[in-house]
């Protein structure tokens, strides 16, 4: 795969769950690069490939075919150890429910991906100070997550996503489990953080979402439906993406 430069490049990715009454094919040939700074909505019906598409680039499941890179890293053909090297490297998760520690403080929570990836712990909490500063939340440092607002709880585990500023941030419909004034402060989060440069990969059925981003990826079937019109871009985006 010869796009170093960006930060997402997948080429002829395919992916099919076995099922009882016939095989699922997640992904029929996914062709998709993304670049440095990038914020990408994907957007379609359930089932049509979007969460699977996650999982791969984060290495936490394998195509049956087809490249995957990470800032020009190979996802495919790693072991499960490197995968995990790199995951630490390049990526952030958000999820839908938090999967928050409930019995660490929010500073811990935050903290504690940098502490595995071999930070000292100092130098980890004092990155998390500063993550819960800059979303808003740093007056929780010392909560724990269960006394927290939903949009509290996310803007949490945003920030722990952030710990190690991964080159991409991938979100698997973050305001999902939130109510809507929970849900438009994460919009605006995601947002701010993609002004400020981060890349962010993101799986939404929220419209309001994808108003923030930077381009909106329609799926269907398990393939990548034709660009958006340039006209609705803003101007600041390069995402080459084709159907396989």
């Not at 040939?29 to 996650?54: I, N």
């Not at 072991?79 to 995951?87: Q, V």
Request: net charge negative; glycine share 12%.
């Amino acid at each position: 795969m010869s796009d170093n430069t960006a930060a997402l490049a997948m080429r002829g990715v395919r992916k099919t769950f076995e099922a009882e009454n016939a095989p699922i094919r997640a992904l029929r040939g996914v062709d998709l690069s993304v670049q440095r700074g990038e914020f990408v909505a994907l957007m379609g019906p359930s089932g049509c490939g979007k969460s699977t598409l996650l999982n791969l680039v984060a290495g936490l499941d394998i195509p049956d075919e087809g490249e995957i890179s990470v800032a020009g890293e190979a996802v495919t053909g790693r072991s499960e150890d490197e995968l995990a090297r790199m995951r630490r490297r390049h990526i952030g998760l958000v999820f839908q429910f938090f999967n928050l520690l409930e019995s660490m403080t929010v500073l811990e929570n935050v903290a504690l991906p940098a502490v595995i990836a071999g930070r000292r712990r100092k130098m980890a909490e004092t990155r998390a100070a500063d993550l819960l500063d800059l979303l808003g939340i740093g007056d929780k440092a010392g909560a724990v997550p269960g006394v927290l607002s939903g949009g509290q709880r996310q803007r949490l585990a945003i920030a722990r996503a952030l710990a190690n500023e991964p080159t991409l941030l991938l979100a698997d419909e973050p305001t999902g489990a939130l109510d809507s004034e929970g849900g438009e402060e994460v919009i605006e989060l995601l947002g701010r953080l993609h002004r400020s440069g981060q890349t962010i990969v993101l799986v939404t059925h929220n419209a309001g979402v994808t108003a923030a981003a930077g381009r909106v990826v329609r799926m269907r079937d398990g393939r990548i439906m034709a660009p958006e019109p340039e006209s609705q871009l803003d101007g600041r985006d390069n995402i080459v993406i084709t159907a396989g």
